[in-house]
């Protein structure tokens, strides 16, 4: 514990690292907020969950889908200047949609506004994870970086929901949508001004293979690994509310994400203060293979508090396995690629939760929470099959 303390008092000690991590916080706010907000501002302006969640994902996928454009252009021209377009295009797309009513904008406009607000998201979290890797070459306090930025992205996912859910209580749709447009306005001047980008470190004018990033394999093992991980994380945000709903407990749904939360968030913070002698090409898979144990366990519990137990658990193995799979991108990407390689990650990180909630959605209304805790449990079996491939590789 005496290691433990002094390891995370060294590292908030460096420069600058306590302002960084308060305002990666602030900034990657709207992670957390923007789904819920936009789409009950969307049904509120259609009278329809079909539109509104069809907007959301045109949000999304346009997201998805930039995501390594922009990546690109951090890596060859630094980030002043996407963080400059990024800061007032989106603004400008989400101000269209939060003002569709009084500017009488037909709903046939809204998808182009989604689309466009999406494709020019502010990469704020693709940007710190970046920066983590130019900050830090201490592979201990690269390592608690990432355990914390794992850790304040939890905390994005559980206090933006329920932020929302306050406005909600006392306002409108269109003021929850309000206050996210809000922070979202303020996420690119934010890292702009906060001395991050001093510590950027452009890569000479080497040559750049046109797949980028996906041109290492042992990269593709990585992103083909998180997006199995985050199907099952897409299968938990359905599984939970679905479990709950047939118990006849409505807000436990809720309640079991945040004691996930929870775990997860606890665990980051304790693997980014232990050194583990176990290289990360084989930390990966056990973390993997206990995951999938204890979602598979979820499949045959009925009891509500015996859930929750399981649900700590399981977060236990979350923020580790993503700090895993970030350092594993930092380790395995060249320079020249740095920012390009997360945005890769991120997008596979999208994509998963997105399917495992849609294929979720259609298990839990035909057979029940379990199916969706059972397929998830598969899932991160196959991500722990997929990883296999870089334990090799490093043994050899």
Same mark, same amino acid.
């Given at each position: 514990?005496?290691? @433990? !303390? ?7 000690? /460096? ?8 305002? *990666?916080? /602030? ?7 923007? $789904?819920?907000?936009? !789409? ?42 996407? !963080? ?26 809204? =998808?182009? &506004? ?42 994005? @996912?559980? %206090? ?43 890569? #000479? ?16 093992? /990585?992103?083909?690994? $998180? ?8 299968? !938990? ?23 996930? $939360? ?36 979820? #499949? ?15 977060? &236990? ?8 799979? $970030? ?27 997105? =399917? ?17 805790? #059972? ?8 991500? *722990? %099959? ?11």
């Amino acid at each position: 514990m005496q290691r @433990f !303390l002094k390891h995370y008092i060294a590292f908030f000690r /460096v420069p600058g690292v306590t302002r960084l991590l308060a305002i *990666a916080l /602030v900034a990657r706010m709207p992670v957390g907020m923007m $789904s819920l907000s936009m !789409l009950m501002h969307m049904r509120d302006l259609s009278s329809s969950f079909a539109f509104a969640g069809g907007m959301v994902g045109t949000y999304l996928i346009a997201m998805a889908s930039t995501a390594p454009i922009q990546g690109r252009l951090v890596d060859r021209y630094g980030p002043r200047g996407v !963080l400059a377009v990024t800061g007032i295009v989106h603004p400008a797309a989400l101000g269209f949609l939060l003002f569709a009513a009084p500017l009488h904008l037909p709903l046939t406009t809204m =998808a182009p &506004l989604a689309m466009l607000a999406g494709g020019f998201v502010t990469p704020i979290s693709v940007l710190t994870r970046t920066l983590w890797r130019h900050r830090f070459d201490d592979p201990g306090q690269r390592r608690t970086a990432f355990a914390l930025d794992t850790v304040l992205i939890e905390i994005n @996912f559980t %206090l933006g929901p329920a932020l929302i859910g306050l406005v909600l209580v006392v306002g409108t749709p269109a003021h929850a949508f309000a206050m996210t447009w809000l922070v979202a306005a303020s996420a690119a001047p934010l890292f702009a001004f906060s001395g991050a980008t001093r510590y950027w470190k452009r890569s #000479a004018d080497e040559e750049r293979h046109l797949l980028g990033p996906l041109n290492n394999r042992r990269l593709l093992v /990585v992103y083909a690994t $998180s997006g199995a991980l985050t199907f099952a994380f897409g299968m !938990l945000e359905v599984g939970y509310p679905g479990f709950a709903a047939r118990a006849g407990l409505i807000p436990f749904g809720g309640a079991l994400l945040a004691i996930c $939360s929870i775990g997860s968030a606890t665990a980051g913070v304790a693997y980014g203060g232990i050194h583990f002698a176990l290289p990360l090409e084989r930390q990966l898979p056990r973390l993997l293979l206990g995951f999938a144990a204890l979602l598979g366990a979820h #499949a045959l519990i009925d009891a509500p508090w015996l859930l929750a137990v399981l649900a700590f658990g399981a977060g &236990l193995m979350i923020a580790p396995a993503l700090t895993v799979l $970030s350092l594993l991108v930092t380790q395995h990407a060249p320079a020249r690629y740095a920012t390009e390689a997360f945005t890769w990650m991120s997008t596979c990180i999208v994509i998963g939760v997105g =399917a495992g909630m849609a294929v979720g959605g259609q298990l839990v209304e035909a057979l029940g929470s379990w199916a969706a805790f #059972a397929s998830g449990s598969a899932a991160v079996v196959l991500a *722990a %099959l997929l990883a296999s491939p870089l334990q090799r590789r490093r043994t050899a």
